[in-house]
């Protein structure tokens, strides 16, 4: 059947409709067909229920093959077998085998830039532990088999040999305010799999999250801290999470109508406080910029504590537009407050 281009392919076994996908072609839908009654036909289950499980496999691996041949991703954003999109907009390739006592268990084999890649290790992978399985991405293409640990190390010298990558910097899925984001792994071994644990802060360019993976790490970890400029090392200021984030802040308020955080100029020339707490938007309109950035910063203390954001600072009456405080600042803050009650 031919819908919007594309050509259905279905078929009956046993007196159930199996669906093979949508295909670009009438012959590719066609070739699916038969490719499905020739693998059905292979079925050596005895039980009805067991062939019909075992047709429902089958079905989905060739509505896999479509995805592939128009080009379309699946729901959840991959395209092949043993292949999972990560947080941060990279690509992890994973195998289960199952244990004696009946638990599947998970195999990492490395963080991938591209699905292509990350569906390569897992075929590599599948042809090292399962030689005679036919479920591959590229059964077409003889890859060399490999291990799990060979898989991983690959990966990691793939992963820093690509020019313009840098240790704990990604690609933003948040194309409002930034393209890059910084974070901050374990700094006792290097790897993929050790980045990211902590977010440090987002950035305009990966160069900019590079430098403030590097300042993060120099404050938490100091002298055993693992940079992207080590040559940089004496000029870097170690700052903490908190204070980068604030510096960010400031550079993507100058940018828009007002320099503090949930405050919009309205078209009149009057200003509002915006604020979302648990999922719910409430908006107040003031009569000055920094009476609606006050109105904001006493709501946030008010409503979430210690992860407030202040614009201003609560000891000096500096502007800090945005940012959550230290430790260090939280702590005096709370001890000048109960001095200030008692």
Not at 120 to 148: C, G, K, Q
Request: hydrophobic share 35%; glycine share 6%.
């Amino acid at each position: 059947m031919k819908t919007e281009n594309r050509y259905r392919a279905t078929q009956d076994c046993d007196g159930v409709c199996y669906w093979l996908g949508s295909w670009p072609s009438k012959d590719a839908a066609l070739a699916a067909r038969a490719r499905f009654l020739e693998t059905a036909s292979r079925i050596a289950a005895s039980s009805i229920q067991e062939r019909a499980d075992a047709r429902r496999k089958i079905a989905v691996l060739i509505r896999c093959e479509a995805l592939r041949a128009r080009g379309v991703l699946t729901p959840k954003g991959r395209r092949f077998r043993g292949v999972h999109c990560t947080t941060t907009n990279c690509w992890t390739a994973v195998a289960r085998e199952r244990l004696p006592s009946g638990i599947n268990q998970r195999i990492n084999l490395g963080i991938y830039r591209n699905q292509e890649d990350a569906a390569r290790a897992y075929d590599r992978y599948m042809r090292l532990t399962h030689p005679r399985r036919e479920v591959l991405n590229f059964p077409d293409i003889e890859l060399p088999p490999a291990s799990a640990d060979e898989l991983r190390a690959e990966a990691e010298a793939l992963w820093f040999a690509l020019p313009g990558c840098y240790r704990g910097v990604f690609s933003s899925t948040d194309r409002r305010e930034a393209l890059w984001y910084a974070c901050l792994g374990n700094q006792s071994s290097k790897g993929p799999q050790d980045i990211p644990n902590i977010f440090i802060s987002r950035a305009s360019t990966d160069e900019m999250a590079a430098e403030y993976h590097d300042r993060s790490a120099l404050f938490y970890f100091g002298d055993d801290a693992i940079l992207n400029f080590p040559e940089r090392r004496a000029s870097y200021i170690p700052t903490p999470k908190e204070l980068l984030r604030g510096e960010f802040r400031r550079l993507f308020k100058s940018t828009t109508s007002s320099r503090f955080q949930g405050v919009t100029k309205r078209k009149d020339g009057s200003w509002f406080m915006v604020m979302k707490y648990k999922g719910k938007q409430s908006m107040t309109i003031c009569d000055s910029e920094e009476e609606a950035a006050r109105f904001y910063q006493e709501r946030q203390l008010e409503l979430n504590g210690r992860m407030a954001y202040f614009n201003f600072h609560p000891m000096t009456g500096e502007e800090i537009c945005g940012r959550k405080l230290t430790d260090e600042e939280w702590a005096a803050f709370e001890t000048s407050h109960m001095k200030r009650a008692s």
